[in-house]
C-alpha cells in the first residue's frame, strides 16, 4: 500500500470563509478520494494560519482577546471544510503549542542561511508581504488585490539567504523532482526564480507582536511565512520525528494545492527553507487560478462577492463540489456566477445525472431487476491518466459523456418497448447491462460527489426489488 500525504494552503483566521478557499479543499479532497479508491493510504492537511497584524486588529476591533479571537475564527474553518465534505485527517494551527515548539527548532537549524540587516522599501499589510520596487512600479504604488497604496517601511529583520539555494530549486523544477502545474506556471516560477530576493523572516516586535517568538532574540517575532510553510512538516512531528516513520512515511508530500497568488511563497521560499533542513522537496505542486464573478475579481468594494455558505445553503455540497470541479477550471482562473451555476444544476446535475438515476430505477422496479453486481475497481486508463496528472475538471468532463450516453442508450433500446411487447428476458439483460454501466460511471464519481455515487450505488445494488429513489438526486430548483 503507498502511502500519499496532501497538503492545502492554510487560511488567515482574519476573516470568514470565502469562495476562493473552496478550491483548495475540495481539488486536494477529490484527490485524496481517489487514492484511496486505488488503494493508497491517504493523510490530508488543513488547518488555519493564526499569527500577524490582521488577526491582531481584527480581535482588537471585535472586542475579544487575540487568543479568543483566532479560536472563534479557526472553528468557523473547521465548520466550513467540514460541511464541504473533506475528508482530511490532519488539521494544524498555528498557534498550537507544538507548532510554536517546532518553528523555533526549524529557525535555529536554518542558522547558517539566516543573518539580519536593515531593509527599506514597500510593505503590503493585506498580502503581509515585502513588496519589490519593480512590483511597486508596476503597481503604480497600489496593491491590486487590496486597493491600498504600500506602506514605506525602515526596519531591522532577519533574512533568509534565498540565494543559497536558487540552483537546486531551478534544477529540481527543471529535472521535475518538485512539479509545477500547470507548465505556465512553472515558467512563471522559473523567471521570478532569476531574481528572487533573500526573504525576511521576522519582523520587530514593535511591528508585530502577535507571533512565534525569535529563539535567542526578543525584539524579533518570526514573520508569517517561515511560521506558516513550517506547518506542513511540523503537523508531521518535524523535527520531533524526524527520524521516525510518523515523519519519513510521509515526506515529501505527494502534491500541495495552493492559489496561483501565493506560488512564489510556495515554489522558492518553502523549497529554500527544506533546502536548508535537509529536507526532500514536494513532488507536486498544484496551483489552481481565481474564481471571479462576471469576470472580475471579487472585492467587498466592488459588492461582487459570492458567501459560499449561501451557495451551500441553496444548493447543497454536491451541486457546490459539481461546480467547482467542472465549471472552475482545475489551473485557469474561472467565473462564477448565480445564472451559470443554476444552469449547470438544472441542466445537467438535474436533467443528465438525476433524471437518468430516477428514469433507470424506475425501469428496473417494474420489471424487478435487482442486486445488480459489480466489480470493484476502477479498470478506465483515461481516467486513471487524467486523475493522475492531476485534470480535474477534463476527467468530470469524461466522466459526464459517459453519463450522457447512458441516456442515450436508454432512449435508443426503449425497454419499455420491449415489455409491452413481452420480451422480458431481454428486458432484464438490458437493464442489468445498462445499470452495471451507471454503477461503473458511479465509482468514477465517487472522488467528485462522493454522497451522490453512494446513493447510486445503494439503489442499483439492494438485495430486494430495487424501488424509485425516495426524491430526486437533483429536485430542479425553481
Not at 492545502?8 to 470568514?16: D, E, H, Q, R
Amino acid at each position: 500500500m503507498s502511502k500519499t500525504y496532501l497538503c492545502t494552503a492554510i487560511p488567515y483566521v482574519n476573516g470568514n470563509p470565502h469562495i476562493g478557499h473552496v478550491m483548495d479543499y475540495v481539488l486536494a479532497d477529490v484527490y485524496a478520494r481517489y487514492c484511496r479508491e486505488c488503494g493508497n493510504e491517504v493523510r490530508f492537511q488543513v488547518g488555519t494560519d493564526e499569527h500577524g497584524n490582521k488577526v491582531y486588529q481584527k480581535a482588537l476591533d471585535s472586542g475579544l482577546t487575540v487568543e479568543e479571537y483566532a479560536t472563534q475564527n479557526s472553528n468557523k474553518f473547521r465548520d466550513f471544510i467540514a460541511k464541504l465534505n473533506v475528508s482530511y485527517t490532519d488539521f494544524v494551527r498555528t498557534t498550537d503549542a507544538d507548532h510554536v515548539r517546532r518553528c523555533q527548532e526549524i529557525w535555529r537549524r536554518l542558522k547558517d542561511h539566516i543573518y539580519p540587516a536593515e531593509y527599506h522599501g514597500w510593505y503590503c499589510e493585506g498580502c503581509e508581504s515585502f513588496v519589490t520596487q519593480t512590483e511597486y512600479d508596476e503597481n503604480h504604488g497600489i496593491c491590486p488585490d487590496h486597493q491600498k497604496p504600500y506602506q514605506e517601511l525602515s526596519e531591522r529583520n532577519y533574512y533568509l539567504r534565498i540565494a543559497d539555494f536558487k540552483a537546486d530549486i531551478r534544477s529540481a523544477i527543471e529535472n521535475g523532482t518538485m512539479q509545477i502545474l500547470p507548465e505556465f506556471r512553472k515558467q512563471e516560477v522559473l523567471k521570478m526564480l532569476d531574481n528572487a530576493p533573500d526573504i525576511s523572516i521576522s519582523r520587530p516586535r514593535k511591528e508585530l507582536s502577535w507571533g512565534v517568538p525569535v529563539p535567542d532574540d526578543d525584539t524579533q517575532v518570526m514573520y508569517v511565512w517561515l511560521d506558516a510553510l513550517s506547518n506542513y512538516i511540523t503537523i508531521l512531528g518535524y523535527p520531533d520525528a524526524e527520524n521516525q516513520p510518523e515523519f519519513t512515511d510521509w515526506w515529501p508530500a505527494s502534491a500541495q494545492f495552493i492559489g496561483k497568488d501565493i506560488l512564489r511563497f510556495h515554489a522558492i521560499t518553502w523549497p529554500a527553507i527544506l533546502l536548508g533542513l535537509g529536507l526532500l522537496l514536494p513532488k507536486t505542486i498544484v496551483s489552481h487560478g481565481y474564481v471571479l464573478a462576471n469576470g472580475q475579481k471579487m472585492s467587498k468594494s466592488l459588492g461582487n462577492v459570492i458567501d459560499p455558505i449561501e451557495v451551500l445553503n441553496k444548493y447543497g455540497v454536491e451541486a457546490l463540489r459539481y461546480y467547482f470541479v467542472r465549471h472552475v477550471d482545475t489551473f485557469a482562473d474561472s467565473d462564477f456566477t448565480w445564472e451559470k451555476y443554476e444552469n449547470a444544476y438544472n441542466n445537467e446535475l438535474a436533467n443528465d445525472l438525476g433524471n437518468l438515476v430516477q428514469r433507470l430505477a424506475t425501469l428496473c422496479c417494474k420489471n424487478q431487476v435487482n442486486g445488480v453486481r459489480i466489480d470493484n475497481g476502477i479498470n478506465d486508463d483515461s481516467y486513471h491518466h487524467l486523475m493522475q496528472s492531476f485534470e480535474f475538471t477534463k476527467a468530470i468532463d469524461y466522466v459526464w459523456t459517459k453519463v450522457q450516453q447512458l441516456n442515450k442508450s436508454i432512449d435508443e433500446q426503449k425497454p419499455w418497448e420491449l415489455t409491452k411487447q413481452g420480451r422480458i428476458t431481454e428486458v432484464v439483460e438490458v437493464l442489468q447491462k445498462l445499470s452495471q454501466e451507471l454503477l461503473q460511471v458511479a465509482q468514477l464519481l465517487q472522488s467528485f460527489l462522493p454522497n451522490t455515487a453512494e446513493r447510486i450505488v445503494a439503489t442499483f445494488t439492494a438485495e430486494e426489488i430495487i424501488t424509485p429513489p425516495a426524491a430526486p438526486l437533483f429536485p430542479k430548483a425553481k
